[in-house]
């Protein structure tokens, strides 16, 4: 062998054959990485179907819920109706216990027996009342008076709840708990106008985080202090749960109180016990609202 051979022909046969296995690996890697695009890019398709399909059946589940929540309610309500037209067939030697709202108002002798709704004879007070609420508003205003301004088309809610419901029902949500609170807040502050330290107001909501935008909502709404807060206050109670609740409002009324009790839009089920009392106030929300409000209380 001359030493001209090694550059010609020793060291390309060395070489050429490396050089191509490292492109015949370079190619069958980039294949392989042709097929896992493929594979992720179908997986990822079908993740986004199931989020759509999976977001839209909730939306039609709370939905449901939302419908069934008001049908329920409706029901009850006419059970509620027909028992009470059946008591006018009552025995007059049968003691039947009275609420609260059977007996005129202490400072309103002129009111009607007969009436329909116990706040009718009340009705002009009563509308003066949430004109005022639609003012200007007083933020100095003593407390349990409504010291923030309510929309004209939430008065007319109002005054509807009053004086077409009884003081007793169900009302659209308003969109926010914010603004279903400062619309309690306007119900308490009516309502304390008429029986003052009688009254007592009940808020049932199911997380702590729903019951503090309830305090701080009323409380700013009404100048309270931190004190008319609490499960043993003597102004306005806060409860998780239902039955701690609806034992609360039975001891009120066997004391001559008067409960009022305001249900979170949240809460998608009204306990029958709840609708035997005389001043209910629940919020129906409808699935969006729901949805979002479920974000809001379990962030990502």
Known sequence: MTPREV??????QAA???????????????????????TLEHRRDRLQQDISCHFAGSCDELS????GFQEYLVGALQELSDRAQALELTP????????????????????DMGSTSP????????????????GTPDFYAPPWQLRRHLEASHGELLA???????????????????HNVLLGAAAIAVLTELYGDQLQTLV?????ERLGQWRRGLQDSLGLRREDFGPTANGISLFERPDALIERADRLESQDRLPFILIDAAEQVVDIPILQFPLWLAFAADSQELAMDDLDSNPL
């Open 204 to 208: 049932l909501a199911s997380t702590p």
């Open 92 to 111: 007059q030697n049968v003691m039947v216990q009275p609420s609260p709202l059977d007996h005129p108002n202490p400072t309103d002798p002129s009111q």
């Open 119 to 134: 706040f009718l004879a009340d009705q002009s007070f009563i509308e003066e009342m949430i004109r005022g609420f639609q």
């Open 16 to 38: 050429g054959p490396g050089a191509d296995v490292l492109l015949a690996e370079l190619l069958e890697r980039r294949q392989q990485l042709l097929v896992e695009i493929s």
């Open 64 to 67: 449901r819920r939302v419908q």
């Open 7 to 12: 550059p010609t022909t020793h060291i390309p």
């Open 160 to 178: 509807n709840w009053l004086v077409q419901q009884q003081g007793r029902g169900a009302q659209n949500s308003l969109g926010s708990r914010s």
